[in-house]
């Protein structure tokens, strides 16, 4: 079930988050930037992220196992995380078709993102093309290499759950 998070779930969600990038980016990043990356104690502007936009977690029975969403200024996608043990279940894909439904919906027809090495093929295989490489200043982590990546929408593109 894909919904809509919900403002007092913030601090499970960034341990989703945390937990995803802990197993997903080691190879790229190390053990070192991976943990500073992802520290336990949550920043005010995560919490801001899921009230300001539209932030969606797809549920396994009782919990959430992935979240994303889409920053309607930017016309990026932002932050598609999975919990290990639910990785390669379609989840991911759940999540990034609901983001490219909100887009189409409030008229944006090109997505933006920085994806990580790791998922630059998952966005690869939904229609996002690379546009270059870049690095990402983090204040925790250091110097990050991120994938600058693009899709265009269609309208038929859309998907009903």
């Known amino acids: 079930m894909i919904r809509r998070a919900r403002p007092e779930e913030a601090r499970a969600l960034w341990q ?56 309607s200024e930017k016309h990026s996608v932002e932050a598609i995380f999975t919990l290990p043990d639910h990785m390669g279940k379609g989840y991911a894909t759940q999540i990034l078709t609901a983001i490219k439904n909100e887009a189409l919906s409030r008229g944006i027809t090109t997505l933006t993102l920085s994806s990580t090495p790791d998922a630059m093929t998952f966005y690869q295989r939904h229609g996002f093309t690379l546009l270059r490489e870049s690095v990402y200043h983090s204040a925790l982590a250091g110097d990050l290499l991120c994938m600058e990546m693009q899709a265009g929408l269609l309208h038929s593109e859309k998907v009903t759950f």
């Not at 190879?27 to 539209?54: C, F, N, R």
Request: hydrophobic fraction near 45%; glycine fraction near 10%; charged fraction near 20%.
């Open 16 to 71: 989703l988050r945390n937990l995803a990038i802990r197993a997903g980016c080691r190879a790229s990043y190390g053990e070192e930037k991976v943990m500073a990356w992802t520290p336990d104690k949550m920043p005010g502007g995560y919490l801001q992220a899921i009230v300001q936009h539209p932030f969606f977690v797809a549920d396994a029975p009782g919990f959430p196992v992935a979240t994303g969403f889409l920053d």
